[in-house]
Nanobody, 124 residues
Framework: QVQLVESGGGLVQAGGSLRLSCTAS????????MGWFRQTPGKEWEFVAA????????YYTDSVKGRFTISRDNAKNTVYLQMNSLKPEDTAVYYC?????????????????WGQGTQVTVSS
């Protein structure tokens, strides 16, 4: 069992930056592919980014490429999402998730554990 706790959300103006963190319990963090998803005010789910177990490979949805960076520190059991050049359409609740699979995936149902979410609001 893995418990995930996100932090770092908040209110920011368009063009600003935020850094989300997600810390996992347990001693097997490095065995999980990690991902970030978001749920918009209209309640749609969207994949944002994923990172391999080693951290050497990353994967982004097109709308955040060049603006967001996912990274992880396996020694600290933490995955990060650095978000720059934020836009109002990035407003959502952001969730981190852990997958027992071997490869990165954008499919929500392939993630086994989820955090509680953190709100990100970008004002225009």
């Amino acid at each position: 069992q893995v418990q995930l706790v996100e932090s770092g959300g908040g209110l920011v103006q368009a063009g600003g930056s935020l850094r989300l963190s997600c810390t996992a319990s347990g001693r097997t963090f490095s065995s999980y592919v990690m991902g970030w998803f978001r749920q918009t005010p209209g309640k749609e789910w969207e994949f944002v980014a994923a990172i391999s177990r080693s951290g050497r490979t990353t994967y982004y949805t097109d709308s955040v490429k060049g603006r967001f960076t996912i990274s992880r520190d396996n020694a600290k059991n933490t995955v990060y999402l650095q978000m720059n050049s934020l836009k109002p359409e990035d407003t959502a609740v952001y969730y981190c998730a852990a997958s027992r699979g071997l490869t990165m995936t954008s499919k929500k149902d392939e993630y086994n554990y989820w955090g509680q979410g953190t709100q990100v609001t970008v004002s225009s």
